[in-house]
């Protein structure tokens, strides 16, 4: 029997929670952007003047800031909390359920396991959401008043003590607390974590243990705890071996004639080890004696685990420089909202010259090539983000629409009217959310038909009044003239349950 090719997992995923997290960090772009609004809005008195009532009359502010602070954090959490529970709960259950069928398909057979994958998703995302919400409400506007506070009192110890002019003072200590950035979370170990790093973290660890969570469940499900090991141009000393490989949970062994490699062999589980953290590899389920290894692009056909690992340290350079880049775009961008041109032609030198770094490391690495979306100060994650998480939203409303409508057709009257809606009243069911099998068993099973009434225009209408909702309809033409719940009162007075 010919073997069949194991199908490698979509990794939208991951694609979606690296745009997610990027949105959190132009968060607290935007957040400092306000701070230096705030610190260079023209008062009452100068910097230069008088800086002690120049602090008091900054200090006022605070409460105009932190207002501006919350709203801000509020429309980008709102998307950002959707876009978070949509990535672990749909994306995740996809991956399973695509899984789980390649699995029912290579072995003929259900797995026979009530899966618990949808309550585990959940509760991932829940945990995941309760830990960033936690940070961008609570923290973060903390952080922020903290950092802006701070570079008040600092630019006017500069003015004071006479070692700077006022513009210094303020640039130089707008810049050093840039730098600093926002305080986020202390961990066990006494490290301070940036806001933007800690949501980066908790997101990006939740979604990697989802990614390969949803491929594990079906395996174990079926009893499998034999994996392929996904190759790429670059990998860590401990992966560099696995590499298009196929591995297990378990035992090494040999079976069918194919070595199988132990993950624990190779560090599985600790943070330098293979599928540590910042690994990128996948494993994906494969059935021994029915699956057969993918075919590899030409590009990674040869390459031999040495060379992989060079790779790598390559690679790594080269997202070293990157995250230089926009570092010094980001610095680049604060001198311009500060006005400094000093400042502004330094970070503008910075940015060419690691630029020219970039570019000779890429020519000297066949294998890297330039992509400058990651160079990028930030390439709008929270506009693109806002527009799935709409575009989602319109689609539920639309396919509810449709469910409405698609539940009506074929349903009659007890005097044999077939029933009618229009597209303005089945998005009015949505709105109120009536599902449509309450809207059929209103009309099929009424607890009570009203008696026909007519308006001033003398349009009629009868009521039929069902235990979840009532519907109103012309008796004449079976059109849906309005739909709403049923109260308790009139349910219990009509002998409904």
Not at 12 to 24: I, V
Not at 278 to 307: D, M, R, W, Y
Not at 355 to 371: E, G, K, P, T, V
């Amino acid at each position: 029997m010919k073997k069949k090719p194991i199908k490698l997992n979509d990794e939208q995923l991951l694609l979606e929670a690296s745009q997610l997290s990027d949105m959190y960090h132009q968060l607290t772009l935007d957040l400092f952007d306000q701070v230096i609004e705030r610190i260079k809005a023209r008062g009452s008195a100068s910097l230069a003047d008088n800086p002690y009532l120049w602090q008091a009359n900054k200090l006022h502010d605070v409460g105009l800031l932190n207002a501006d602070n919350i709203k801000l954090i509020a429309k980008y959490s709102g998307i950002a909390e959707a876009q978070l529970r949509y990535i672990i709960k749909n994306e995740g259950f996809k991956i399973y359920k695509n899984t789980s069928e390649q699995l029912e398909e290579a072995l003929g057979r259900e797995s026979g396991v009530n899966s618990t994958i949808q309550d585990d998703l959940s509760n991932y995302a829940r945990q995941a959401i309760d830990d960033v919400h936690n940070l961008t409400n609570t923290t973060l506007p903390f952080s922020v008043i903290g950092a802006y506070q701070g570079i008040i009192q600092d630019a006017v110890a500069g003015v004071v003590t006479g070692l700077k002019t006022p513009d210094q003072a303020i640039n130089q200590t707008v810049i050093k607390w840039f730098k600093k950035g926002f305080y986020g979370f202390t961990d066990k170990a006494g490290r301070k974590w940036r806001a933007d790093s800690y949501a980066r973290t908790v997101i990006n660890t939740t979604t990697w243990r989802v990614f390969n969570e949803a491929k594990e469940a079906p395996a174990r499900e079926f009893g499998i705890d034999t994996f392929y090991y996904s190759k790429k141009a670059t990998a860590r000393e401990m992966c560099a071996p696995l590499q298009h490989q196929i591995v297990t949970t378990g035992e090494a062994r040999e079976e069918g004639g194919i070595k199988i490699l132990a993950l624990s062999d190779y560090g599985h589980g600790e943070p330098d080890g293979c599928l540590g953290i910042n690994c990128k590899h996948t494993k994906t389920p494969f059935v021994v004696g029915v699956n057969s290894k993918p075919e590899l692009p030409e590009h990674l056909k040869n390459i031999t685990p040495a060379q992989a690992k060079a790779n790598a340290n390559a690679q790594a350079k080269q997202r070293a420089i990157e995250r230089s880049i926009r570092k010094s775009k980001e610095l680049l961008h604060v001198a311009k909202q500060l006005g400094d041109k000093e400042l502004i032609r330094q970070y503008q030198s910075d940015v060419r010259s690691k630029q020219d770094a970039l570019n000779y490391l890429i020519n000297n690495n066949a294998f890297l090539h330039r992509n400058q979306a990651r160079e990028k100060r930030y390439n709008n994650p929270y506009t693109k983000t806002q527009s799935e998480v709409e575009v989602r939203k319109e689609k539920a409303k639309l396919d509810k629409r449709r469910d409405v409508e698609s539940a009506i057709i074929g349903v009659e009257t007890s005097e044999g009217i077939p029933l009618k809606i229009t597209k303005h009243l089945a998005e009015r069911a949505v709105l109120r959310n009536i599902a449509p099998i309450d809207i059929v068993d209103s009309i099929k099973e009424p607890l009570k038909i009203a008696p026909i009434k007519y308006d001033n225009l003398d349009r009629p209408s009868q009521k039929y009044i069902g235990k979840c909702v009532s519907t109103v309809i012309n008796p004449i033409d079976g059109n849906i003239v309005t739909v709403h719940a049923t109260s308790t009162r009139i349910r219990k007075k009509y002998g409904g349950n």
